[in-house]
């Protein structure tokens, strides 16, 4: 897939509404994941868009996921699969999974909507069963096995104290084993130790259920970042997450650009003010930052309430996060300075810029190179000023700035709130 030189088109930023929106191309998420299946080696593709799609919105993304050759969505949380049924994404588009579960989740409405459930814990399996009896639906389960990250699923170990109840109930005819998985704890470092240690938990486990008698048809553990780095690790069934919406899952090893992705979404906002300012003018909460000439400072009506990530301040510990301001041949990249604030950031625009109030600046969006040279900064730019990941920077995105989705392969662009 080639990358869009130009940013995607969409609406004006008319100052009618909220100052700044977040541009999602659903042609992008249709892209990406027909690459992913290209890297999938056979492989069916789950699409993960738990926590609103990582902040991109959930249906749109899904059915964008979709089209693109997803056969199955991933999801966290039980809410999440209703809203996609809700929705109109039924099961004839794609199998739906959930998997994170709390006791007293309604399983009977997931069951109802044709949805998979994933089971961790011995109390998950007697309430899928109890739901399947009540709803007279037949539950289609996914056990999932912790092989070594410690967190959800149940520890190989302790296999036997969940896999005989889940046979009984499927030979009672009130459920069906159709699938086991895994997560991986470090797929986005290649060749460490522990994903082949935590391959061999997983086969072991697998050899486990199946001389048990367990007939599945998917078995999962590739992540995003094993999905394009590993394919021994593909199995049935792939699940990547980031990586649909045009993100590097190992950025250290290769940019979206070099896997063949492309960043789906794009932040951007009106300027509010802009005015000149003395060398020497400290600038917002505790003057981290100090103009060192006479220049020009720029508001961006966005700050930490918005999911801006305060860590991105800049002053004397290092550089803020990067925004992409002016337009064609004149544009750059200059950094926050000063503190994030709840809603706002400020620019040092320099002191020949010819910048005004209303005009649009990005934050983040593709790696489009710039004619001064680099690039249009993107999420893993910000992940890299605040020191997190890129997951963190669209997904912890607010819900007061629109969400406009639009279509580069030629739908009208929509607006909606997070």
Not at 44 to 64: F, I, N
Not at 340 to 357: I, N
Request: proline share 6%; glycine share 10%.
């Amino acid at each position: 897939m080639s990358l869009p030189i130009d940013p995607p088109a969409a609406p004006p930023l008319d100052g009618a509404g909220f100052p700044a929106r977040a541009v999602v191309d659903l042609a992008a998420i249709r892209g990406n994941v027909r690459t992913l299946r290209e890297r999938a080696s056979g492989a069916e593709v789950l699409a993960v868009v738990k926590a609103d799609a990582y902040g991109h919105g959930l249906v749109p993304s899904a059915r964008a996921a979709v089209e693109g050759g997803a056969t199955w969505l991933g999801v966290a949380q039980a809410s999440e699969a209703l809203a996609l049924r809700a929705g109109g994404i039924g099961p004839d588009d794609a199998r739906l999974l959930t998997w994170l579960h709390a006791p007293g989740v309604d399983f009977a409405a997931l069951l109802e909507s044709d949805v998979d459930v994933s089971v961790a814990a011995s109390w998950a399996v007697d309430d899928v069963v109890a739901a399947a009896r009540s709803t007279g639906r037949t539950a289609r389960v996914h056990l999932k096995v912790d092989t070594g990250l410690g967190r959800n699923g149940v520890m190989a170990d302790d296999l036997d104290s969940v896999l005989p109840a889940l046979l009984e109930a499927e030979a009672e005819g009130v459920l069906r084993l159709v699938g086991l998985w895994s997560h991986l704890a470090l797929a986005d470092e290649p060749g460490h130790p522990s994903v082949r240690a935590q391959r061999v938990v997983f086969e072991d486990v697998l050899d486990r259920a199946e001389h048990a008698g367990a007939r599945l048809e998917v078995r999962h553990l590739a992540n995003s970042a094993a999905t394009v780095t590993a394919p021994e690790l593909h199995y049935d069934l792939v699940r990547p997450g980031l990586a649909v919406y045009g993100m590097s899952p190992v950025p250290q090893l290769a940019s979206s650009r070099e896997l063949g992705l492309v960043p789906a979404m794009t932040v951007e906002a009106s300027l509010a003010t802009v005015k000149r300012v003395r060398a020497g003018q400290g600038v917002s909460y505790a003057h981290l930052y100090t103009t060192t000439q006479d220049t020009v400072l720029g508001v961006v009506p966005l700050g930490y309430g918005d999911g801006i990530p305060r860590h991105a301040s800049g002053g004397a510990a290092g550089p803020g996060g990067p925004v992409l301001v002016g337009h064609d041949d004149a544009a750059r990249v200059v950094r926050v300075a000063g503190r994030v604030c709840m809603d706002q950031v400020v620019l040092d625009l320099g002191p020949d810029t010819t910048e005004r109030a209303g005009d649009t600046v990005r934050l983040f969006g593709v790696d489009e190179p710039l004619a001064a040279g680099g690039t249009a900064p993107t999420a893993q730019d910000w992940a890299d000023a605040a020191s997190t990941i890129s997951y963190e920077i669209t997904t912890r995105l607010g819900a007061r700035i629109p969400r406009v989705h639009i279509d580069t392969e030629g739908l009208a662009p929509s607006t909606e709130h997070a």
